[in-house]
């Protein structure tokens, strides 16, 4: 039965046409504008006691160097999630006044999550800009269970509204 | 190494405190209200391919009978892997105002999709259901390749602010 199904995916994969764009300059722009806005995102993470995907709402914000950061208590369910299992993906991009929520651009990235240490030396710094980003957050920066998370990310799509669906690679992303 | 690595998580996730309360009545009422409010959710799901997460935003509602309900594209990319891989996990609640997006309320649901036939004889009446909550659907809900998935829920999680978690079974969830 489970061959059956997984043969019936294959076939209908093979006939349907591919969704997706190359990217162009403008798909590239919009999707780094979306990464530079976003303040939240969703992350879907693997649970590694059950094997199924998990969500959760995360802060977000650029690194440095422009590769996406979140900010993680150990205490919640993703952060020993993503350190078991670090493939992720993350979804930026509000959806905002009135019209379709499902014809708004977002973007969608896989990711790989690298959890970094409280004690190494460009903890202040990073610290230091994400508050700048996220003022709430001073409540709980300090607390001994927060700490950042890198997704660096592997590839994206980008959907800018119905048949304008474009795939990147990270490299596109790059600022 | 990678036992080395699991095991680390298994002493870390023992020592760490249960951050989830038992839900009281007004969780259960918050929980319900995200769900009844919802026109859109994020959806993970499990790549069949590559066995790691993706993410999509999707249309949101309840079915006739309250259970959680998304109108999707076989087209998409999460159409065909939830065909395959039926475990899934879905966020509702958007944040709002000026706030922490991180304090304000969003509601984690674990669940399994089961793809509904659009020839079903019950159809018509969830297609006329949908459109009168999401009126812009009306462009694209009669395409061939567009057709409802009932997001059966398997447990959930509240978060209602920080320190204010609750995990919750699927029946506090029911109408």
Redesign the interface.
């Known amino acids: 039965l489970a061959a059956a ?2 043969c ?2 294959d076939s ?2 093979a006939r ?2 591919d ?1 997706f764009h190359a990217p162009d300059d403008e798909a590239r722009r919009t999707a780094r504008a979306l990464l530079a806005a976003a ?2 995102a ?5 649970d ?1 006691e ?1 094997g ?8 977000f914000g650029l690194d440095g160097d422009g590769t996406p950061l979140t900010l993680v208590s ?4 993703h952060q ?1 999630a993503l ?2 299992r670090p ?5 930026v991009g ?2 905002g006044g009135r ?5 708004q651009p ?1 973007l ?1 990235l ?1 990711a790989r999550a690298r959890l970094l240490d409280r004690a190494a030396p460009d903890h202040p710094a990073r610290r230091a800009a994400w508050l700048a980003q ?1 003022p ?2 001073a ?2 920066v300090d607390f001994a ?1 927060f700490a950042f998370v890198r997704l660096e990310p592997v590839s994206a ?1 980008l ?1 800018a509204g ?1 048949a304008r669906a474009f795939r990147l690679a990270a490299a596109d992303l790059a600022p």
């Open positions: 199904a997984v019936g995916i209908r994969m349907r046409p969704p303040r939240h969703a992350l879907a993470y693997l590694p059950t199924t995907p998990g969500i959760s709402r995360i802060g150990s205490l919640s369910a020993p350190a078991a493939d992720c993906a993350v979804m509000e959806p019209g379709d929520p499902l014809a977002r969608m896989r996220h709430k957050a409540l709980y269970d799509v959907n119905f």
